[in-house]
């Protein structure tokens, strides 16, 4: 049976956070507000409570949640490299709208689902929330809704749609803006707009100085029947590998008890997508 905490409330607010804690632990699930919308989390080193996640929203393995974090110590812990701008867009933007996919630390023990070796990130600008976190470590956190439904922007209307699936419910009123998280994807030399949100294009080229997206994508050349199928091959490999990353990280919205997830814990201070 579900349980739903009135966070506005501080003595419902302090027990919602310890249950939660307790839940995410136990590999169940909750939900909690974002500055953007409402997310449905778990823990994200708990490979049984990450496919819980995909499996309450009616998701595939090839659509891998993006990863919460309560501090950007935390967030380092779990990347190979943010690259050459993602310190800067990190200073910037977080806490904040703004979902960084890099490549993921190779040591780490987990599993989000097919992530192709990266790993979506994002430091949520939502005390509540950053609260938990920094209890829980890391937490894999998709928006908390039905695949193909509307993000959830209220703890009612995710509870309307997951139900029982879900353990624990925090509510702490309506989120904070309606539109997702900005994803840019720093796994290539040059930083990459994959989803349009909260951060305006402009913005973000602002800090980049570069920054590549849709339209800056060369028109097709026309068909050339004695073209090598392999070569085809390869490029419609690549086109479907950025549509899978893009697709995984969907909004949010904008990760108990390995080795791995607990150094991460003691790089986050003691205590959203």
């Known amino acids: 049976m579900s349980r739903r905490y009135d966070c506005s409330e501080p003595l419902e607010r302090t027990k919602g956070i310890a249950d ?3 839940v995410v632990r136990r590999g169940e699930l909750v939900v ?3 500055d953007t919308v409402y997310g449905i989390g778990a823990d994200a080193f708990t490979p049984s409570a990450v496919t819980g996640l995909l499996d309450a929203k009616g998701r ?3 659509m891998p949640a993006p990863v919460l974090v309560g501090s950007v110590r935390a967030a380092q812990a779990l990347v190979d490299d943010l690259g050459t701008y993602g310190q800067d867009l990190i200073d910037e933007f977080w806490p904040g709208a703004l979902t960084i996919v890099c490549r993921a630390n190779t040591t780490l023990a ?3 689902g097919d992530t192709k070796g990266t790993v979506a990130i994002r430091m949520p600008l939502h005390q509540l929330t950053l609260e938990l976190l920094k209890e829980t470590g890391p937490m894999a956190v998709s928006s908390a809704n039905r695949s193909g439904a509307a993000p959830a922007r209220t703890a009612e209307e995710a509870e309307t749609q997951l139900g029982d699936s879900v353990a624990v ?3 702490d009123g309506p989120s904070g803006e309606a539109m997702p998280s900005s994803i840019v994807d720093l796994t290539g030399a040059v930083p990459r707009l994959l989803r349009a949100g909260a951060i305006s294009e402009e913005r973000l080229r602002e800090v980049c100085g570069v ?3 849709d339209e800056d994508e060369p028109e097709p050349e026309p068909a050339d029947e004695s073209a090598d199928d392999d070569l085809t091959s390869a490029a419609k490999s690549t086109e479907s590998a950025q549509d899978d990353r893009s697709a995984a990280v969907e909004a949010d919205v ?3 008890g390995s080795p791995e997830r607990t150094a991460a814990d003691k790089d ?6």
């Not at 986050?268 to 997508?273: G, K, W």
């Open 254 to 256: 904008k990760t108990s």
């Open 211 to 213: 920054l590549l997206s």
């Open 110 to 112: 987990w599993d989000l």
């Open 60 to 62: 595939g393995r090839d």
């Open 32 to 34: 909690l507000p974002t």
């Open 169 to 171: 419910y925090l509510d």
């Open 268 to 273: 986050a201070p003691p205590t959203d997508r």
């Open 20 to 22: 939660a804690v307790s």
